[in-house]
């Protein structure tokens, strides 16, 4: 019997970890040290640690994450941020939060990441930041990123937000450029029971100015030294992650091999116009999404697989429907249609499957046996 698919299950995630997680919350209540306390100082140690770097400070979200973080290193007015249209819209709303001018490019149409030779025919006197997009938990290439940035004198400063333990030749997500930004948001590899967010950095000037930001610009009580504001990582949630981190890496693994399986499976689908994003990162892509390309070579567009699967139980989703050039709010950055013909194609084609790390093998024939009967 057939049995429905949730796009992400973390309730069966965290079944084992329930008393783990009730003592840690527990602690911060007996503590009380609900704003800034012991769980996000041990936090702001452990991830960028295993990240590879040395500090890190806690924030409300992942989108100040990237305001806060682009404002520590110095970028604000007049400054031009290089990043791609197909992303979440938080990357471009973290741009424009720390007051600096986003230039969007386009994407590979094959790996759905940044295209670097876009990017360069985008830089001018004015560009300061290339902010690359480790989208569904793939890496852009660092050898390239770096390569890029020297040659045009940039900073880099990555969107890992679904990139958490991610890796491509040598380096884990966070440990390119000068900061990265992370979310912890509840569906994420590592995600909190709420909002979340995390800068990583190397250097240490970056991340005292940050934490001074995100506290009212006070580095310490009643003293406000610069424009700051109110963007602080809760105990609660940091103890919730301090609990999750140490399973991680095995987490990632577990999704890493479901996508394998995935591919196998959908390999002969390929003729039919199904493709899945491609990998080139190996066992360092930590799929956070496992998201396949509808192409016009399918009998049926990607709107009408996603309906289809739907009322077989098979939850899916769409990561994302609208480039951000495109979307109403922000027309007023002089973008139209056709200026990113990958990243609008993209949009039209993706479809995310179910995706997590306790999706078992059954579960995973189910949805690609599902597909296979649709468009045969």
Request: aromatic fraction near 6%; hydrophobic fraction near 40%.
């Amino acid at each position: 019997m057939l049995k429905n698919i949730p796009f992400v299950d973390l309730k069966l995630q965290h079944q084992p970890l329930k008393a783990e997680l009730e003592n840690s919350i527990q602690e911060v209540l007996e503590r009380g040290d609900f704003i800034l306390g012991q769980a996000v100082e041990k936090l702001e140690s452990s991830f960028p640690t295993v990240c590879g770097v040395k500090n890190g400070v806690g924030v409300g979200c992942g989108t100040d994450a990237i305001a806060l973080g682009l404002q520590a290193c110095g970028i604000g007015a007049g400054d031009e941020v290089i990043l791609p249209a197909n992303t979440f819209v938080a990357t471009l709303i973290g741009v424009l939060q720390a007051g600096a001018t986003p230039v969007l490019v386009d994407c590979n149409v094959e790996t759905a990441l940044i295209d670097l030779e876009a990017a360069q025919k985008a830089v001018t006197s004015k560009t300061k930041v290339i902010l690359p997009v480790h989208l569904y938990g793939q890496m852009v290439s660092p050898s390239e990123l770096k390569d890029f940035a020297e040659a045009n004198n940039l900073i880099i400063f990555e969107d890992a937000a679904q990139a958490h333990l991610a890796e491509r030749e040598g380096y884990c997500a966070g440990s390119i450029g000068t900061a990265a930004a992370f979310s912890f948001y509840p569906s994420k590899n590592l995600g909190s029971f709420g909002d979340g967010g995390m800068v990583v950095t190397r250097d240490s000037e970056i991340a005292k100015k940050i934490r001074t930001l995100r506290n009212y610009g006070a580095p310490r009580k009643y003293v406000h030294e610069i424009p700051g504001t109110n963007s602080r990582l809760d105990s609660i949630q940091a103890a919730i992650l301090n609990v999750k981190l140490p399973y991680l890496k095995d987490w990632n693994s577990d999704r890493n091999q479901a996508a394998q399986k995935y591919d196998i499976l959908l390999s002969p689908m390929k003729e039919k116009g199904i493709i899945p994003i491609k990998n080139l990162s190996g066992t360092g892509h930590i799929y956070h999404l496992y998201v396949i390309r509808v192409t016009d070579k399918s009998p049926i567009n990607r709107d009408t697989l996603k309906e289809k699967l739907g009322m077989a139980g098979i939850s899916t989703g769409i990561h994302y429907p609208i480039p951000c050039h495109l979307q109403p709010a922000y027309q007023n950055l002089g973008y139209k249609q056709g200026d990113f013909p990958n990243s609008e194609s993209l949009s039209q084609e993706i479809l995310s499957l179910p995706i997590y790390p306790v999706i078992t093998e059954e579960q995973i024939h189910q949805v690609a046996e599902t597909i296979s009967q649709i468009i045969m």
